[in-house]
């Protein structure tokens, strides 16, 4: 089993910045690709941002040029630089991460999701 953990949410004014962190732990063998999706309220959950084990980076329209993703291998830590925030913005982010890890049927690949963390943007 992997485990990730969140951090670096909150309320912040619009043209604010935050810093999203998430660390995984556990039984994991290899990241594939770790990323940061978002649930608004009333709305799907979607894309913001992702990053592959070759650091190539994906990123919503609606946030390129703003955000920026990027990742610690040694940590297992992936981070989300949000700036310029907009009250479109708000929701609540949920950490991701692609990996085989070890579990008691064998080692497998698997889709990993944080608790998530709201994020605010509001004047």
């Known amino acids: 089993q992997v485990q990730l953990v969140e951090s670096g949410g909150g309320l912040v004014e619009p043209g604010g910045s935050l810093r999203l962190s998430c660390a995984a732990s556990?039984?994991?063998?290899?990241?594939?690709?770790m990323g940061w999706y978002r649930q608004a309220p009333g709305k799907q959950r979607e894309l913001v941002a992702i990053?592959?084990?070759?650091?190539?980076?994906n990123y919503a329209d609606s946030v390129k040029g703003r955000f920026t993703i990027s990742r610690d291998t040694a940590k297992n830590t992936v981070y989300l630089q949000m700036n310029s925030l907009k009250p479109e913005d708000t929701a609540v982010y949920y950490c991701?991460?692609?990996?085989?890890?070890?579990?008691?049927?064998?080692?497998?690949?698997?889709?990993?999701w944080g608790q998530g963390t709201q994020v605010t943007v509001s004047s």
């Open positions: 991701n991460c692609n990996a085989w890890s070890r579990t008691d049927t064998g080692l497998g690949l698997y889709n990993y």
């Open positions: 556990g039984s994991i063998s290899r990241i594939n690709t």
């Open positions: 990053i592959s084990r070759g650091d190539i980076t």
